[in-house]
């Protein structure tokens, strides 16, 4: 299974590892000339004692060197720092997974509307906000795995909106729509991220228009948003995310084990693979 950067790796599967490569190419050259050329008259290949002698004496009295190197290919630092802190990431993620597994999540699944296989043995609960950009990266990614997984996972969604009232809208809307007509639902979802600027530009409007090209009654989809039974669904999913110390969005449930942020496509199918795992061991 592809991951972001295998510690066991060293070949040119990783880009880290070409990263790394150039940039230590570089700094190796620079190295070799600052401590070879000074040499009298190059006669002998330097002792390694004498190498290091003298490199510590050319950066103690020009510290400058290695920053300047640095500057030359900050691309490269760049691109190390950032696989780096992935890596870190995907490290903290499975010591967190691990734990994850010996604890039952407890989640209210009363009249929810599923997309995949009912029987699948993997649960995806999507806590996430039509309004936030990294929560609309998170469904492209897990649109793609619900493909690349057929049958072995479902997934569900639930809305954490942000206090502003665009937000609120969108979320009850939404709500509204799963409540009325469970698969069309889907269908409301998809559009509401997709087109979420033309939600802002044009408002009521386009929700009309949206759930009228989708075969909803809109007057009645709109008293559904409104009312009780969609605030108190709200509410309960926000007390639920809560409870199981859900803060932002997005955060997922891949059955037990939990996605914090709007992770990588690698990272998010080793966290599938793992709960597939652990339903495989069950007796």
């Not at 597994?101 to 599923?114: H, P, V, Y």
């Not at 009312?227 to 639920?240: F, H, I, M, P, S």
């Not at 939990?258 to 652990?278: C, H, Q, T, Y």
């Amino acid at each position: 299974m592809p991951l972001f950067f295998d510690v066991r790796k060293s070949s040119a599967e990783t880009p880290l590892f070409w990263s790394t490569v150039k940039l230590w190419g570089a700094m190796a050259f620079f190295l070799t000339l600052v401590v070879w050329l000074p040499l009298p008259g190059n006669a002998a290949e330097p002792s390694p004692e004498a190498i290091k002698s003298a490199l510590r004496q050319v950066l103690k009295e020009n510290p400058e060197l290695v920053l300047d190197i640095l500057k030359e290919h900050s691309e490269a630092v760049l691109e190390i720092a950032q696989q780096g802190n992935m890596l870190r990431k995907r490290k903290g993620m499975l010591a967190q997974w691990e734990q994850d597994a010996r604890e039952i999540k407890k989640i209210d699944l009363t009249d929810r509307s599923f997309r995949g296989a009912p029987d699948a043995p993997v649960l995806i609960v999507a806590y996430s906000d039509f309004t936030c950009p990294y929560c609309r990266q998170a469904e492209q990614i897990l649109a793609q795995l619900m493909k690349k997984y057929e049958g072995q996972i479902r997934m569900t969604f639930k809305a954490l909106p942000k206090e502003d009232l665009f937000s609120q809208v969108l979320s009850k809307y939404s709500t509204a729509a799963f409540m009325l007509n469970k698969e069309k639902g889907w269908d409301f979802f998809d559009v509401l991220f997709r087109d979420v600027e033309r939600f802002e530009r044009d408002g009521e409007a386009y929700l009309k228009e949206t759930a009228q090209n989708l075969g909803y009654d809109f007057r009645k989809l709109k008293a559904e948003a409104v009312g009780t039974k969609v605030q108190e669904r709200l509410n309960a999913d926000r007390k639920e995310a809560d409870r199981l110390g859900i803060s932002g969005t997005p955060h997922f449930l891949v059955n037990n084990l939990i996605v914090r942020g709007a992770v990588s496509k690698d990272l998010f199918e080793e966290a599938i693979e793992m709960a597939l795992a652990l339903e495989k061991k069950k007796p």
